[in-house]
């Protein structure tokens, strides 16, 4: 597609009037003429009868404004026994497309989803800005009658084109200036005057031209003839690029094979993105070994706690994995007051990890267990019910779940996928409330540490207060930063931040205040300690709360889509770079989208275009190790909502430092 051309000539405008009948409230089946008319058209009003037959007596010649020759249209009116309410949703949808026509009947312009008016645009030449007027409306059945709301719009419209952009960047005479172009202008929306309609920029060929061909009907033609054809436009500039605007609706991602040790893989597919049953005779991708343990359990449980001690053995075999001895302390009862004693003199000899039997899920005995541990100490804990060990059928699968929470926890890893590239850090941020609390939050951030070279992570936690996001977000990512350098001599060269827990009203002041606050903070840092390279940064807002559906149209029957479907046009704002992904696969009802908005996206050297950037996030929702299978958000976003509402519902204060690089919040 080619974005910029000059008009050179005005098509005609098609103008027709078409004789309207519509039902009348009268009973009688007689015909009477109204009163009203527009330009000697009269308009007459009928029922219709269910004995009768089609009404096509109605007919209209026009110019069609390409072909120059008279054509026939026909309105064809039949009875269809089918009552519309006034509180149907039909009718709201019909009422609302008669207000469209009457609004384009003003003359005004389709811009997105809202009409502008461009003739009474105010225009600052001085920023190379107009603004445009318009209206958002909308009839709907409220509690008493149908309504309208009509409000205020504003478009600021950029007056410079792609292809003052393009000389712009050429009078830089920098090597780089078509990877600077690119990122100015991928991601971004476009409106194409010849038609008005708005486009996507998903990529820039530079090394396609206007002049060259492609296949048309039976015949090739060039873009810049095309375009005089259809158009009536006139491309100066045959040597510019060409912008690339992806078409696509839905397209469905390839299924990811899940790596365990000694190059074990599952292959997953459309049908099942559950790996459980492959888990348990597979070796864990990266084991860390079970030593110098504890385990804490009230003495009425001494039976069932052997039991599970054995099938965790038994599981240990069978995944490879080493389960030393753990030093055994039991207490009489299962007071909070009992479990944190035992605990704080357990915490005395540094263990690795403590396993705690408990007798239900009460929550203050909870908190108390991972207060003593995880902020008095940095001792890792597994927490089991003990009614979960008591039916036998079931003991085998838990024992398989802790182990591998286990593992987890001690830093390692049961599975793993293949990375394209290396470099990259993908964080997740949310924020939870203190149920005790509601003016008190906590901001939970964890990120990778190139999962291509390694599996690692750093996770951390503060108070958050609202409006101050945005300084507690770079502390978080200065400690990220430090540890990523630690761990591999060398900055990323890649971040990608998902952030959840915006609302939509939010998302202008994340743009404000979080964005530019974190371009500028790592813009200072690569410069005194990258080495010469520049940060490429994507900050992605994650939304799970839709009430949008998709579905996938299988022989005339509505599905679920596969899991791996991305939607990246049609249901998609025009304003907004972004896209749905529907990662999971569900067994009853409807599967629910995740919607994934691009706030800003660094492209340098082609190395993210969007698709990969929607390949790379569905990588990433196979990765949360609390479940063998995807995700409706990317691992990190769900590891921080995990810490986040352990943070904010159990400890109401901040982890020990000590835990920063291990999943202990599992």
Known sequence: MNEVAEQKGRGRQLQSKVNTTSPSSSSSGS??????????????????????????????????????????????????????????????????????????????????????????????????????????????????????????????????????????????????????????????????????????????????????????????????????????????????????????????????????????????????????????????????????????????????????????????????????????????????????????RINQDDPRLVAVIVPNNAADRYSAIKRVTCVDAAVPTQVIVARTLTKPKGLMTIATKVMIQINCKLGGAPWMIDFPISGVMAIGFDISHDPTNRSKSYGAFVATMDLKKNVKFFSSVSEHKKGEASGTIANHFIGALKAFKLEHKALPERIIFYRDGVDEGQNYSVIEDEVEHLKKMLKDIYDKFGNGKKPKFTFIVVTKKLNTRIFLNKNSKYENPEPGTVVDSVITLPNRFEFFLVSQSVRQGTVAPTNYNIIHHDVQDNDLTPDRLQILTYKYTHLYYNWSGTTRVPAVVQYAHKLADLAAKSLQRIPNLGLNDKLYYL
């Open 31 to 344: 015909e009477r003429q109204d009163n009203s008319s527009d330009s000697g058209t009269v308009l007459k009003r009928r029922r219709i009868e269910e004995d009768d037959c089609p009404i096509e007596r109605i007919k209209q010649k026009a110019k069609d404004s390409n072909k120059h020759e008279e054509k026939k249209y026909k309105m064809t009116i039949r009875y269809t026994n089918k009552t519309i309410e006034s509180n149907n949703n039909m009718a709201n949808q019909i009422w609302n497309l008669i207000l469209r026509q009457i609004m384009k009947g003003l003359e005004l312009q389709l811009v997105g989803r809202n009409l502008y008016d461009p003739k009474n645009k105010v225009s600052l030449p001085q920023y190379g800005l107009e603004l445009w007027p318009g209206y958002i409306t909308s009839i709907r059945q409220h509690q008493e009658n149908v309504l309208l709301c009509c409000e205020m719009s504003h478009k600021v419209m950029r007056t410079e084109t792609i292809l003052d952009i393009i000389r712009r960047y050429q009078k830089e005479n920098s090597e780089h200036w078509q990877d600077n172009f690119k990122r100015e202008i991928i991601g971004s929306i476009v409106l194409t005057n010849y038609n008005n309609k708005t486009y996507r920029v998903d990529d820039v060929d530079f090394k396609s031209k206007p002049c060259d061909t492609f296949k048309f009907k039976d015949r090739e033609i060039s873009y810049q003839d095309y375009y005089g054809m259809r158009y009536k436009l006139h491309i100066r500039d045959i040597k510019q690029p060409m912008l690339v605007s992806n078409p696509k609706a839905r397209r469905v991602l390839s299924q990811e094979k899940i790596k365990f040790s000694d190059h074990h893989y599952f292959q997953t597919s459309s049908d099942c993105v559950d790996w459980t049953n492959a888990m348990r005779s597979k070796e864990m991708y990266q084991n860390i070994n079970l030593t110098r343990w504890a385990i804490v359990y009230p003495k009425k449980f001494y039976d069932v706690t052997i039991n599970f001690l054995n099938s965790l053995q038994n599981v240990a075999k069978g995944m490879n994995y080493s389960v030393g001895k753990p030093k055994h302390f039991d207490i009489y009862d299962d007071r909070p007051k009992s479990y944190i004693e035992k605990l704080m």
